[in-house]
């Protein structure tokens, strides 16, 4: 598995990989529960809603995913249990944005979960909300790695072309950091965005 790390550094994307010699799991083919075994869960206080409860209550919540040190926070109500939920899917998208598995579907059929996130199949579309958004956009960007970041092979690999994949992938501005992130482990210089 190779985990690419996205830091800004003034204002400059850094990557780094390295490789570990096992075969990985997907951590986001894990349950819920299963997920949240493998981190360590802080509960602070921190600003944010709260009105009188402000500072007495420990609703925010810190997820540390050990196995690959990927930190979130959620903070934004004051719900304990909706905050953690909300860093759940934080962690699932950073995840899904900075490490790279080395799955064998490559060479198979396209799993379902990407097919939904392309636009040019119409094939049970993958939303903004659903659960299995950050597995089918981690599934794109492994993809775009088994190409060497090239749009392009990677467009007519899945099926569409190197525009639709482009549009795809600036519609999020995440997922568009990270495939810079893995261009730029291949070398590559990176994306600019079209000018509507």
Not at 70 to 81: G, M, P, W
Not at 91 to 110: C, F, G, P, Q, Y
Not at 138 to 152: K, P
Request: proline content about 5%.
């Amino acid at each position: 598995m190779r985990l690419c790390l996205l830091l800004a550094l003034n204002n400059r994307p850094l990557s780094y990989s390295f490789a570990l010699n096992k075969r990985p799991l997907s951590y986001l083919r894990l349950s819920d529960e299963a997920l949240l075994r493998q981190c360590r869960v802080d509960y602070r206080r921190d600003s944010g809603p709260g009105g009188q409860k402000r500072n007495k209550i420990e609703s925010a919540v810190r997820l540390t995913h050990e196995p690959t040190s990927i930190v979130v926070n959620a903070a934004e109500d004051r719900s304990q249990h909706r905050n953690k939920a909300v860093a759940l899917r934080r962690l699932k998208t950073r995840i899904a944005h900075t490490v790279r598995t080395t799955d064998s579907w490559i060479e198979e059929e396209m799993p379902g979960e990407l097919r939904g996130l392309l636009p040019w199949v119409r094939e049970g579309p993958v939303g903004r909300k659903s659960d299995m958004r950050p597995l089918a956009e981690q599934l794109l960007l492994d993809a775009l790695d088994a190409h060497g970041g090239a749009v392009g092979d990677c467009a007519r690999f899945l099926g569409g072309s190197t525009g639709q994949l482009s549009k795809l992938l600036e519609s999020d501005d995440g997922l568009f950091a990270a495939a810079n992130a893995v261009r730029a482990t291949h070398g590559l210089g990176p994306l600019r965005r079209r000018t509507k």
